[in-house]
């Protein structure tokens, strides 16, 4: 009989008697199927995790070859950081220091005037230390020409210490416009194409390293003292017995 004879009359019953032929038959699918089952079970399993931990090597290779190249570099790196600090250090020192605060904030408002400006407000409020500078803000009112304007920042450009102006929630419109608002001497000029000027600048000083640290340790939450505990009173003494 040919296997395929032999695979239709197999007795479901007496597996014993089966022919050699297709015991190994089924001996081998049930060999087929336990592998593919293992394999799928627990070997793809570990292929996927192979392949994760082989993905994460190359990346701590580009990681290692990254921070090597730094090292190799770092008293490059350091020399560089020393010499913005110095350029850092030095235009800091072109900015107005403490004591010539005043006198600049005198020239500015004197540049105003030679310029032909109309200065209604010129009041500068309190500082505000950072962390290697002091801004200053300067509320103005100011009323001029757009070539007065012109000729007042040209002038602050030119003083002699380098001073840094910016600007904050300033207004420039014509004065026709806010007449209102301006004082006798915006009413005077509000005509002729005056502009009024308004808000607040903030001008920058220099900050040395002493007010740097006055200015954090200000700056630190004071420790409220703990009252120091009361002495116990002491006993009195007992009398002595007869």
Do not use: C
């Not at 290779?61 to 950081?81: D, H």
């Amino acid at each position: 009989m040919s296997f395929f004879d032999d695979l239709r009359n197999l007795d479901r019953n007496n597996v014993g008697a089966w022919p050699k032929s297709i015991k190994t038959f089924f001996a081998v699918i049930i060999f087929v199927i336990i592998v593919a089952v293992g394999w799928y079970v627990w070997i793809r399993a570990q292929q996927d995790d192979l392949e994760q931990q082989q993905n994460k090597e190359v990346a701590l290779k580009k990681e290692f070859e990254s921070k090597q190249g730094k090292v190799v570099n770092l008293v490059a790196y350091r020399k560089q950081l020393e010499d913005m600090k110095e350029m850092l250090r030095t235009m800091l020192r072109q900015l107005p220091s403490k004591t010539e605060m005043p006198d600049l904030l005198v020239d500015i408002s004197q540049t105003a005037l030679a310029a032909g400006i109309v200065v209604d407000l010129f009041q500068p409020g309190g500082e505000i230390i950072k962390e290697f500078y002091a801004e200053k803000p300067i509320q103005l009112k100011m009323l001029g020409t757009y070539h007065q304007f012109g000729t007042f920042i040209s002038g602050v450009a030119s003083l002699p210490r380098v001073v840094i102006l910016t600007m904050h929630d300033v207004s420039l419109k014509p004065a026709k416009a806010a007449t209102g608002a301006g004082g006798a001497s915006a009413q005077a000029l509000a005509s002729g194409g005056q502009l009024l000027l308004e808000g607040t600048v903030k001008t920058y000083r220099y900050v040395d390293d002493e007010e740097i640290s006055a200015a954090q340790a200000a700056a630190k939450p004071t420790k409220k003292g703990i009252p120091p505990k009361k002495p116990a009173p002491a006993a009195a003494p007992k009398k002595g017995g007869g």
